[in-house]
């Protein structure tokens, strides 16, 4: 039951990936110690039956309430996501549709992308006080350098971008509903990104940095610790480029991505090949180039 204490979280998520959303899943559920339900809003792009019963096998669903959003079927009518060269899947672009599909009494919301796994209490992500801010967010950091706009945005120069403000990660958002739709956010991104496409490889990280430079509260990096750092105790893990399913994966945190794994139903998940990395990126690819002739 939705109820006033309750934390929302959107993630998104296809098959492929289905096991490190099963991970994730199992790291939120054992580390919140706090009475609150966690309402996941899981965006279904195409994830089988079979991978939604295990699961549902692998979780305490007393602690966790699973909500199934199918992605075809909560993208507004008349919207067409922007379409960029890259080998992102199109599900990437979830997050700046949130709140026109999460239901209207929920005003905060927790984005994370399912290359991740939690090592603190969510609850303590929750509080998280963002002030007027849109969203709450990381600064994108390796080592001990944060990145800023000159770093992140190559034309930042004729948009008018101040150079030295942070530029932050998008894989892990602390949103203000309100803010984000009276700032009319979604549309901001979608124009940054369709109008500068020869530098939004990027895509929706991109055109976010842009509708919200300077709008944004910058939350303690290790919530949103990337997987090349060394830092002792980070607060979530995030697996942002070779991710810990392949047998190439040659980081840090692969032993904390497989303790929880290995809690779950995909408990006998040996590592996959390259082979099957790249047909995921060829087949994203396809996705789009199906979607720019249907555009035409």
Known sequence: MKTNNNISVVLACDDHYVVLLAALLKSVEMNHVSDEIIDMYIVDDHISKRSKKRLTDSLNLEKLNLIWLKMDEIIPEGVVLP???????????????????????????????????????????????????????????????????????????????????????????????????????????????????????????????????????????????????????????????RKPIYNTYAYNYKDEFFYYLNKTEWKNFKPIGETSRYIKKISNMLEKVKLFFVKK
């Open 83 to 241: 379409l960029v060269n890259n080998s992102y899947p199109l599900n990437t672009y979830i997050r700046l549709l949130i709140p026109y599909f999460i239901p209207k009494e929920v005003k905060k919301i927790i984005f994370i992308d399912v290359d991740m796994i939690m090592l603190d209490d969510i609850s303590n992500l929750w509080k998280i006080d963002t002030g007027d801010y849109v969203i709450g967010a990381v600064s994108d950091t390796i080592g001990p350098v944060a990145k800023t706009i000159g770093e992140g945005i190559e034309n930042y120069e004729e948009l008018g971008l101040d150079p030295d403000q942070r530029y932050f990660n998008a894989g892990l958002q602390l949103i203000n509903i309100d803010k984000w739709l009276e700032q009319d956010i979604t549309q901001k991104t979608f124009d940054a990104i369709n109008h500068n496409k020869k530098y939004a490889a990027l895509g929706d990280q991109y055109g976010l940095n842009i509708a919200l430079c300077g709008n944004w509260y910058e939350i303690d990096r290790l919530w949103n610790c990337f997987s090349v750092n060394t830092d002792p105790k980070p607060s979530l893990i995030h697996y942002f480029h």
